[in-house]
């Protein structure tokens, strides 16, 4: 039997993240760098979403049929609701999916969803085996879980590994929750994944639960990334938070759009409004937790604002809508691209 060989988890074998943390255990993958987060104060949403590797993945080619990696996970819940399911890693061999693991020890930080404390139990680092895999060479992608940070430690190897280049198309995506995955089983299972997978492109995903908040410094992350086609779902954040007014919108889309241009001038460019939310298609936020949701131990949301604040400024989802539908055709006489 061969002795085990250890590969650090290093940037040459991630994909779908901007920046690796180093920590205790080796690596924490993150979707924002650092700076970009000290300009949002490191918001504790924002903070929380990014560091959830959605769409990330270690990718490398090897003859072995065992790898191992040591990992530990942060995951959240919400006290009095039921627990979330655990993380997922998803093994892709070849392109096909054929395993997934959990880790059983993981910190464990639980939110008080009416006064938003937390409450943290530490976890520690445990190994994650895949063994009996087909013999000769082929490319391993382990798909991180998307709803849980989590520290990479080493790879373990009966046989070398080597880093890929696929030479694929780039596609960077940006949206809220439902593109970061909510709700999604597992990794490979959220619908930018599937899309990536379908379409043969390399995966960036730039979606976080309740931030998507045409954030300047998430403009700036986009234009400085390398992509070959750049997607923006836009607009129920803004809702939920109850951010900003109908005067400010129009400004904040255009200076996101002129920001991600200068650095990618000809690139196409899919402007997404968002999709049916019953809750805030004509209602304002800000949305908060369903207080009688919560008491039957489910997590549900409702729309606080008034209908008649609209008149004032206020945004709905068909308020952004159609003043999305207005700026893209406005631009796009000039920019072919965009869509």
Known sequence: MSRPIGTPVTAELVRGALELEPTAVGVRPHRLPAWALAQADRDPQLSMAESQPAGVRI??????????????????????????????????????LVAGATLRRPTMITIDPSTGAAE?????????????LPAGEKVVEIWLPHNESVELGQLRTDRPVAPVRTGRPVWLHHGSSISHGSN???????????????????????????????D??????????????????????????????????????????????????????????????????????????????????????????DPAERAAGKLTLSVIRERLARIVAQRAVEDDNLH
């Open 59 to 96: 990718v490398f080619a090897t003859t072995a049929t065992s790898v191992e990696l040591t990992a530990l996970a942060t995951r959240y819940g919400f006290r009095g609701a039921p627990a979330r399911p655990p993380g997922s890693f998803d093994l892709v061999l070849d392109g096909r």
């Open 216 to 305: 300047p410094f998430t403009a700036r992350t986009i234009r400085d990334t390398a992509a070959d086609l750049i997607s923006l779902k836009l607009g129920v954040n803004l809702v939920n938070a109850d951010l900003m007014r109908l005067r400010a919108l129009g400004p904040a889309v255009h200076g996101f759009l002129d920001t991600i241009r200068d650095g990618h001038p000809d690139v196409p460019l899919l402007v997404v409004s968002p999709i049916h939310c019953g809750i805030h298609e004509d209602t304002p936020g800000p949305g908060a937790f369903d207080p009688a949701a919560l008491a039957r131990g489910e997590i549900r949301f409702v729309a606080t604002g």
């Open 184 to 214: 999604a089983a597992r990794p490979t299972g959220t619908w930018p994944v599937i899309a990536s997978l379908a379409g043969g492109v390399d995966l960036i995903n730039l979606g976080f639960g309740g931030s998507a908040l045409l």
């Open 120 to 132: 943290t139990v530490p976890g520690e680092p445990e190994s994650l085996v895949f063994d009996d």
